[in-house]
Structures are given as C-alpha cells and as structure tokens.
C-alpha cells in the first residue's frame, strides 16, 4: 500500500522535483550529478541495479509487484568512460516483488530483496527464476528494503548487510551454503538506525573529496535524498547522517559503477530514471567486483556445467 500510494504522489511531482533535485555544499564543488534518463523496455517503477560486468547493468523493472523481473543493458560511455545511455535490454531472471536491494554474494548467486512480503530471493548463475525466496519475518522489521555485502578495505568486509525499509534500520546476518547452490540466511545482528526508508547502498572510495574514513550513501524513498554515513565496526551505517543529494522523487537502488566509480542510481516512480554523480575517486583495476570472484577458476561455462551436475546427483 505504501508504495501505491508513493507511486501516485512522486508522479504528480516528478517535474517539480526534478529541477529541485541537487548536490549542497561542499559536494556541490566536487561532484557532478546527471539524469540518465529511463530505459526504454524496462518497465516502472525501477527496482534495484547492480552491473554483470563492466558494461551490462542489470536493473529490476515493475518493482514491488508479482511480475518483478531483472533486465540486462548495456551501456554506451563517453571517451572518460562516464556512461551517457542505454542499449535494448533483455530479460534476465524472473524476480518478483524485487525491491531495491540487488546484488551479487557468493557463488555468484545474484540476491534480491522483495517487498512487500519481507523476503529475499536468489538468483544461481545461469538461472532466469529465483531458485530461493527466504522469508525474513521474525528476523528483519516488515519489509526489507536493499542489501549489500560490505567491499574489500572497509569495516566488516564480506558482511551481508540488509536495510529495512519500514524500520528504517541496517544489520548484519550471515550466510551458510545449504547444499544445493543457495545460501540460508541466519539471525540479522548489530542493528543500527538511520532512518528515511532505505532503498539502496553503496560504500564511498577511498579518497573521495569531501569524506573523511569509511563511509556509505544510503538511498532514503522516504525522505528523497541521498545520505553520507560514517560506518561501524560491522560496515553498516550509524551516526548522524550528511545530505548529500537532496530534492529527489523515488531515490531507489544503488550501484558504483566498476569502470569509473561513478555513483549510479534508480528511481522508483520519479520518472523512472538514472541518476549518475560523477567526482569519486577512481577505482582499482585489480579489485573484482562480487560477480568476479565467481567468475573466477575456470569461468562461467565451467561453473555452470558443474552446479547443473551437483543437482543432477
């Protein structure tokens, strides 16, 4: 219901809010924020967005409904490599009710948080449904909204974090392999509050002007911004918030991108758009991304042919 309800009243504001939308000081001397505009094919209202390589986004489309679906885009970029648009895109899993998390773990398998029934779907390479839906009831306040897994350099690296939406809190919980190519989630710990109903997150480079230590920008829908958090021992969010994009309509899902680290992010009604902030530290090209580190040892076809073989036996 409360998605209906934000749907309707984003739209009726969509233009006004898009020329309120904007970068304070001191970001606004350093970054660059661009609308991307929307991808034609991909249905509203946008979910969540991660990257299958360097220059495929995946992106979910008709979020928060039974006909949720993940779509695979490639994008076209300028001579920087800044992304500038959008080819034809092509289904590429099922994914209903996804939401505004959506990201790669381990073995590859691609997570999704869906709302409203407060559950998280996994998605094995090769697949195009959900091959797990696991309920957070009792575990997470009803309903998600994003998860991530904490990057390489920063607190609690590894960490699987998941974000509630209607609790307006993060935490921690861990994953155990369960046999059959998917992972069980366990107990969701060391909750930290911030509040404005997040939809996405992303850890900020290291060396990024403007931010000093380990920090995330977290998408609040609730509040239309976009927020800089200092992060605890266990990589999740805490302390009081900075604004760091304020005026936005829908502030969804959020992705860096592996080519640029520029900050990408979607919008949930809104228009249904990307947004694109430039000025972040570059990234470093030996660092994969988590959708690398399954296609590491023998690749794609390889790991494919044998978890087909497992479930055969």
């Not at 034809?88 to 381990?106: C, V």
């Not at 090769?126 to 957070?136: A, I, Q, Y």
């Not at 800089?228 to 992705?255: K, Q």
């Not at 592996?258 to 992010?265: A, H, I, Q, R, S």
Request: aromatic share 10%.
């Amino acid at each position: 219901m409360k998605r209906v309800i934000g749907a309707l009243f984003v739209a009726s504001l969509v233009g006004a809010v898009a020329q309120a939308q904007s970068l304070p000081a001191p970001f606004s001397s350093d970054y660059t924020l661009n609308d991307l505009g929307s991808i034609a094919g991909v249905p509203g209202p946008y979910g969540g967005i991660t990257f299958l390589n360097d220059n495929t986004l995946l992106i979910g489309g008709s979020a928060n409904s039974g006909g949720g679906a993940i779509y695979a885009v490639s994008v076209t970029r300028d001579i920087n490599g800044n992304i500038t648009g959008f080819g034809t895109p092509t289904l590429y899993s099922t994914a209903p009710n996804i939401d505004g998390g959506l990201a790669f773990g381990p073995g590859g398998d691609l997570f999704f948080t869906e709302f409203p029934n407060n559950a998280i779907g996994e998605i094995m390479p090769g697949d195009n449904s959900p091959d797990l839906t696991v309920s957070l009831s009792g575990n997470v306040t009803s309903s998600v909204g994003t998860l991530a897994f904490v990057p390489a350099g920063f607190n609690g690296a590894g960490n699987f974090v998941i974000g509630s939406y209607s609790g307006g809190t993060f935490c921690t919980a861990s994953l155990t392999a369960n046999g059959s190519g998917t992972y069980n989630i366990g107990t969701c710990s060391g909750t930290e509050t911030t509040g404005g109903g997040p939809e996405g997150i992303i850890y900020v480079p290291s060396g990024s002007a403007d931010f000093s230590g380990e920090m995330a920008l977290v998408s609040q829908y609730s509040t239309g911004t976009v927020v800089a958090y200092g992060i605890d021992a266990n990589g999740l969010p805490t302390g009081a918030g900075t604004t760091f994009i304020n005026g936005l309509s829908g502030a969804e899902g959020a992705v860096l991108d592996p080519v640029t680290d520029d900050f990408l992010f979607s919008t949930f009604g809104g228009g249904n758009q990307i947004e694109e902030v430039q000025g972040f530290s570059a990234p470093i090209p030996s660092t994969p991304e988590p959708a690398a580190f399954f296609l590491m040892g023998g690749g794609l076809a390889a790991v494919i042919a044998l978890r087909r073989r497992l479930r055969a036996c």
